[in-house]
């Protein structure tokens, strides 16, 4: 297939190994990746924070990139529950694309139906659910399934695991301090499996717990899935 | 109905410095979620029952105008009267009226929202006419001068040694004991007295039936039978949202309330009660018609669901916001998921602009929902009337910016450049420990990893679009 990659706002600044580990793990599966120089945003900040008409443009910019593309891969589940959920419903957009674009964990086991990757990592690692993956994308297992298949990797159950750890893009900064005691918990519950490692599937949550978790000095770091996927 | 007299932040902020709140809502919420969980699992018809309880509600909305005139015919038929009140005033009016007709001095209350909403007892104490709060959680918060903090658990701030000592200062001066069955006696004492001297009672209600005129109460103490059923003369007061077409109906909205409520799988006390019955209970009955803004969250579309509310405060329990700051941060009677989009429905936006912006946006609330209101489409749909009504120039200067910013692939490229620069003398160890505000909001507790030396967008070959 060929396919279009996504690479978000926030992954393509600050986390631009997920993105790369992300084609890497689709172009071992054959297939052909494309990261559009066009892209940017998909609009979500400016939707969840009530400036719908300013995000108008930059779904109407994102769906022009990537119309073409018989698919569209992404390593974050609150932005293609943007694209999927939020473009028709408030943004009036009627195109195609919006129903192929998926998230990593769901196109591979959902779209692709592999769950063994071939990777290693060997390492303890906890599995955050991200609320727009659970809520929204609704990716449901695909990304434990994953994760168990890889080789070294010891997998532990994260207490509170459906718990938000309080980012919610401007609420992290608008209610700092209500973000702040969410976290604290959630990096609590990190703390409390012995992990090193806690991964999830987006790079917005990944910048909170990672935040917290370096901020706590605490021994967990926050690592996106397609890294450990893409893990040889 | 009172709105927040601060920003939900400013309010949070304080409410989050309170360890005892923290460790007490921390305990209390996760205990009955996990009770809400077990119960609602065990249904396995769960999800059909909540259409039906959203469809039962999108209808009853649709037609108000017919079930509110069938309500009045039945109940005028079995011999209530019937009393329209535009706002909290009328409503507050009618009884204060009826307690006058009756030389009454004092009402005794069931546990009801609405009538907090409308500030009832504020409005009759003006008037010389005490009103007792007979639910025990209320009761202590009255006798405290405080208020409520959650829509189920009115006291679910406050621990039993407080209690215990608040009861040593008013109502109980000998006991000495903090166990729970010793406070409940102390409370059952004192209001057995009042329930059996009171000439009114006071009521709201969960439920009103369009068909047959008939009123229903769900409680847990049998505390609001005593009211409903002992006083010669009751009035209950009901917004009109409240309203299910037929008596059928109910069978949907009792299963779904008790399980979402209190995690039980039926509530210990329904009570129903149709007009006046001849020798059994009140003998003189008036129902108040409240609408206090809910015809103006009638007309707007997305907005309107938050009328489906049935007031089981499931969405509270699972906040993870509500859960951190309690009620009180939220300034208002409706606190939580519901609150943040109630509340400025009912009394205005720009009276409350700060709360739709009290949510991660998580979901959780939509998904224990009973009757299936989706908290978060209505969020996003109020967050972009606030920024209409009242957003600050400064923030929209930079979300405009950072609109820009986006609008062209060279020009994010171009700013991530740019970020580089600037960020160079925050960043140690790899991580920025601390930036000048309003960034600071985020490393005050929080590292910020930085941005990255180069980007996959940039990475393909090709020219720049424009």
């Given at each position: 297939?060929?396919?279009?990659?996504?690479?978000?706002?926030?992954?393509?600044?600050?986390?631009?190994?997920?993105?790369?580990?992300?084609?890497?793990?689709?172009?071992?599966?054959?297939?052909?990746?494309?990261?559009?120089?066009?892209?940017?945003?998909?609009?979500?900040?400016?939707?969840?924070?009530?400036?719908?008409?300013?995000?108008?443009?930059?779904?109407?910019?994102f769906v022009a990139t990537f119309a073409g593309f018989e698919a569209v891969v992404c390593p974050s589940s609150s932005c293609v529950g943007t694209i999927r959920e939020l473009y028709?419903?408030?943004?009036?957009?009627?195109?195609?694309?919006?129903?192929?674009?998926?998230?990593?964990?769901?196109?591979?086991?959902?779209?692709?139906?592999?769950?063994?990757?071939?990777?290693?990592?060997?390492?303890?690692?906890?599995?955050?659910?991200?609320?727009?993956?659970?809520?929204?994308?609704?990716?449901?297992?695909?990304?434990?399934?994953l994760l168990r298949n890889v080789r070294g990797l010891e997998l532990v159950e994260l207490p509170d695991a459906t718990e938000c750890c309080g980012f919610g893009g401007t609420f992290?900064?608008?209610?700092?301090?209500?973000?702040?005691?969410?976290?604290?918990?959630?990096?609590?519950?990190?703390?409390?499996?012995?992990?090193?490692?806690?991964?999830?599937?987006?790079?917005?949550?990944?910048?909170?717990?990672?935040?917290?978790?370096?901020?706590?000095?605490?021994?967990?770091?926050?690592?996106?899935?397609?890294?450990?996927?893409?893990?040889? | 109905?009172?709105?927040?007299?601060?920003?939900?932040?400013?309010?949070?902020?304080?409410?989050?410095?309170?360890?005892?709140?923290?460790s007490n809502l921390g305990n209390a919420t996760s205990t009955i979620r996990a009770k809400r969980a077990r119960v609602v699992e065990e249904l396995p018809d769960w999800e059909a029952?909540?259409?039906?309880?959203?469809?039962?509600?999108?209808?009853?909305?649709?037609?108000?105008?017919?079930?509110?005139?069938?309500?009045?015919?039945?109940?005028?038929?079995?011999?209530?009267?019937?009393?329209?009140?535009?706002?909290?005033?009328?409503?507050?009016?009618?009884?204060?009226?009826?307690?006058?007709?009756?030389?009454?001095?004092?009402?005794?209350?069931?546990?009801?929202?609405?009538?907090?909403?409308?500030?009832?007892?504020?409005?009759?104490?003006?008037?010389?006419?005490?009103?007792?709060?007979?639910?025990?959680?209320?009761?202590?918060?009255?006798?405290?001068?405080?208020?409520?903090?959650?829509?189920?658990?009115?006291?679910?701030?406050?621990?039993?040694?407080?209690?215990?000592?608040?009861?040593?200062?008013?109502?109980?001066?000998?006991?000495?004991?903090?166990?729970?069955?010793?406070?409940?006696?102390?409370?059952?004492?004192?209001?057995?007295?009042?329930?059996?001297?009171?000439?009114?009672?006071?009521?709201?209600?969960?439920?009103?039936?369009?068909?047959?005129?008939?009123?229903?109460?769900?409680?847990?103490?049998?505390?609001?039978?005593?009211?409903?059923?002992?006083?010669?003369?009751?009035?209950?007061?009901?917004?009109?949202?409240?309203?299910?077409?037929?008596?059928?109906?109910?069978?949907?909205?009792?299963?779904?309330?008790?399980?979402?409520?209190?995690?039980?799988?039926?509530?210990?006390?329904?009570?129903?009660?149709?007009?006046?019955?001849?020798?059994?209970?009140?003998?003189?009955?008036?129902?108040?018609?409240?609408?206090?803004?809910?015809?103006?969250?009638?007309?707007?579309?997305?907005?309107?669901?938050?009328?489906?509310?049935?007031?089981?405060?499931?969405?509270?329990?699972?906040?993870?916001?509500?859960?951190?700051?309690?009620?009180?941060?939220?300034?208002?009677?409706?606190?939580?998921?519901?609150?943040?989009?109630?509340?400025?429905?009912?009394?205005?936006?720009?009276?409350?602009?700060?709360?739709?912006?009290?949510?991660?946006?998580?979901?959780?609330?939509?998904?224990?929902?009973?009757?299936?209101?989706?908290?978060?489409?209505?969020?996003?749909?109020?967050?972009?009337?606030?920024?209409?009504?009242?957003?600050?120039?400064?923030?929209?200067?930079?979300?405009?910016?950072?609109?820009?910013?986006?609008?062209?692939?060279?020009?994010?490229?171009?700013?991530?450049?740019?970020?580089?620069?600037?960020?160079?003398?925050?960043?140690?160890?790899?991580?920025?420990?601390?930036?000048?505000?309003?960034?600071?909001?985020?490393?005050?507790?929080?590292?910020?990893?930085?941005?990255?030396?180069?980007?996959?967008?940039?990475?393909?070959?090709?020219?720049?679009?424009?």
């Amino acid at each position: 297939m060929k396919l279009g990659l996504f690479s978000t706002c926030v992954a393509d600044t600050m986390f631009p190994d997920a993105v790369r580990a992300t084609a890497s793990v689709l172009e071992r599966l054959g297939h052909e990746v494309v990261v559009p120089r066009e892209q940017t945003c998909c609009g979500q900040m400016h939707l969840n924070a009530g400036y719908r008409r300013d995000a108008q443009p930059l779904a109407d910019r994102f769906v022009a990139t990537f119309a073409g593309f018989e698919a569209v891969v992404c390593p974050s589940s609150s932005c293609v529950g943007t694209i999927r959920e939020l473009y028709p419903q408030l943004l009036g957009i009627d195109n195609q694309i919006t129903e192929r674009v998926f998230e990593l964990s769901e196109f591979l086991v959902d779209q692709l139906g592999v769950e063994d990757l071939g990777a290693a990592y060997p390492h303890r690692v906890t599995y955050h659910p991200t609320c727009h993956s659970l809520r929204v994308t609704k990716v449901g297992d695909a990304p434990l399934r994953l994760l168990r298949n890889v080789r070294g990797l010891e997998l532990v159950e994260l207490p509170d695991a459906t718990e938000c750890c309080g980012f919610g893009g401007t609420f992290s900064l608008k209610n700092a301090a209500t973000s702040s005691a969410i976290l604290a918990d959630k990096c609590q519950s990190i703390e409390s499996t012995g992990a090193e490692v806690c991964t999830a599937l987006d790079g917005s949550c990944l910048l909170q717990i990672g935040g917290g978790l370096s901020r706590g000095g605490d021994r967990a770091r926050a690592v996106h899935i397609a890294e450990i996927l893409a893990s040889r | 109905m009172k709105g927040p007299t601060e920003s939900f932040p400013v309010a949070a902020n304080r409410e989050l410095g309170n360890a005892q709140l923290r460790s007490n809502l921390g305990n209390a919420t996760s205990t009955i979620r996990a009770k809400r969980a077990r119960v609602v699992e065990e249904l396995p018809d769960w999800e059909a029952l909540r259409d039906a309880g959203s469809a039962i509600k999108a209808d009853v909305l649709a037609n108000l105008d017919t079930y509110l005139l069938q309500f009045e015919q039945a109940l005028t038929a079995a011999g209530a009267t019937v009393h329209w009140a535009r706002d909290g005033a009328e409503a507050c009016a009618v009884v204060a009226e009826v307690a006058r007709a009756h030389g009454a001095d004092e009402v005794v209350k069931v546990k009801s929202l609405t009538t907090d909403e409308i500030e009832l007892n504020a409005t009759l104490a003006a008037q010389g006419i005490h009103a007792l709060e007979t639910d025990f959680a209320e009761l202590i918060l009255q006798l405290d001068g405080d208020w409520s903090s959650h829509i189920l658990v009115p006291a679910i701030h406050r621990n039993r040694t407080e209690i215990r000592d608040l009861f040593q200062r008013t109502i109980a001066p000998d006991i000495t004991s903090d166990e729970p069955g010793v406070l409940a006696e102390a409370a059952r004492v004192y209001l057995r007295e009042r329930f059996l001297n009171a000439k009114v009672g006071v009521s709201g209600a969960n439920f009103g039936v369009a068909e047959t005129g008939t009123l229903c109460v769900v409680e847990s103490e049998g505390n609001g039978r005593m009211c409903t059923t002992l006083p010669p003369v009751l009035v209950s007061i009901i917004g009109i949202e409240k309203l299910v077409p037929s008596f059928a109906d109910l069978e949907v909205f009792l299963q779904l309330l008790p399980r979402s409520s209190t995690g039980e799988r039926m509530n210990p006390y329904t009570s129903l009660w149709t007009g006046v019955t001849e020798g059994d209970g009140p003998q003189e009955l008036h129902v108040v018609l409240l609408d206090n803004g809910r015809t103006r969250v009638l007309e707007d579309e997305v907005g309107r669901q938050a009328l489906h509310c049935i007031r089981c405060s499931a969405c509270l329990n699972v906040c993870p916001v509500y859960s951190r700051t309690g009620g009180h941060a939220y300034g208002s009677v409706y606190p939580g998921p519901i609150g943040a989009i109630l509340t400025p429905q009912l009394i205005g936006i720009e009276n409350a602009p700060s709360l739709p912006f009290a949510s991660s946006l998580c979901g959780a609330c939509y998904e224990v929902c009973p009757v299936k209101i989706d908290i978060p489409r209505v969020l996003l749909h109020l967050r972009e009337k606030s920024v209409d009504a009242v957003g600050g120039r400064t923030e929209r200067a930079a979300m405009s910016g950072v609109g820009w910013v986006f609008g062209r692939a060279w020009r994010l490229r171009l700013a991530q450049r740019i970020g580089r620069v600037l960020q160079r003398p925050f960043v140690r160890d790899g991580v920025i420990r601390r930036l000048p505000p309003p960034l600071s909001a985020w490393t005050d507790s929080r590292d910020l990893r930085p941005i990255a030396p180069a980007h996959p967008s940039d990475e393909n070959s090709g020219n720049d679009d424009e």
